[in-house]
T-cell receptor, first 112, second 117 residues
Framework: QQQVKQSPQSLIVQKGGISIINCAYE??????FPWYQQFPGKGPALLIA?????SEKKEGRFTISFNKSAKQFSLHIMDSQPGDSATYFC???????????FGAGTRLFVKA | GAVVSQHPSWVICKSGTSVKIECRSL??????MFWYRQFPKQSLMLMAT?????????EQGVEKDKFLINHASLTLSTLTVTSAHPEDSSFYIC?????????????FGDGTRLSIL
């Protein structure tokens, strides 16, 4: 019930295309859903985050779509660039000192 | 803003040595800090959660006597791997948050690659 399931495991997209990564959760008490981007040999960096009171959040080329009834959320990267090639982790957490649950990660490769 | 510095970035040492890794929040006060371990091509595995001035909370299966965590101030937490062995070789990452550790963003350090010979 505490898992966050992330798919696909890996993704290859042409430059300029749209990258889509999906995540699903079970625990309806989660109230914070961040996405992190990690480059090889570096720590994850917060990319964008959403709370369940909104269905979509956009920051530049990155958009989170959130479907509360389906308990799913996704990351869309518009106009994907080779520099976006990294591993992306979705996550879910809640208040009260609860730990953050991370998805398994998606390795994105954007072909030039 | 929200910069977390982790040091050292890479350490190689002999089996049996103890290794200390520092995690500092440079421009904010970190109420809670987390320590993760990451294996190649895998997700982040939470090892422990530490709050300033109190004992760390370890995840199931993590040996607290092996991985000593000290959160001495609102800007510094340390992880000491005691009597390290080759199986402790891994990528260790810390993160910090200003909130209670729940629905607040975590800010990560750049990790420490530990290699035990």
């Amino acid at each position: 019930q505490q898992q966050v399931k992330q798919s696909p495991q890996s993704l290859i997209v042409q430059k300029g295309g749209i990258s889509i990564i999906n995540c699903a959760y079970e625990n309806t008490a989660f109230d914070y859903f961040p996405w992190y981007q990690q480059f090889p040999g570096k720590g994850p960096a917060l990319l964008i985050a959403i709370r369940p009171d909104v269905s979509e959040k956009k920051e530049g080329r990155f958009t989170i779509s959130f479907n509360k009834s389906a308990k799913q959320f996704s990351l869309h990267i518009m106009d994907s660039q080779p520099g976006d090639s990294a591993t992306y982790f979705c996550a879910a957490s809640m208040g009260g000192g609860f730990k953050t649950i991370f998805g398994a990660g998606t390795r994105l490769f954007v072909k030039a | 803003g929200a910069v977390v510095s982790q040091h050292p970035s890479w350490v190689i040492c002999k089996s049996g040595t103890s290794v200390k890794i520092e995690c500092r929040s440079l421009d904010f006060q970190a109420t809670t800090m987390f320590w993760y371990r990451q294996f190649p091509k895998q997700s982040l595995m939470l090892m422990a959660t530490s709050n300033e001035g109190s004992k760390a909370t370890y995840e199931q299966g993590v040996e607290k006597d092996k991985f000593l965590i000290n959160h001495a101030s609102l800007t510094l937490s340390t992880l000491t791997v005691t009597s390290a062995h080759p199986e402790d070789s891994s990528f260790y990452i810390c993160s910090a948050t200003t909130g209670g550790g729940g629905n607040q963003p975590q800010h990560f350090g750049d990790g420490t690659r530990l290699s035990i010979l």
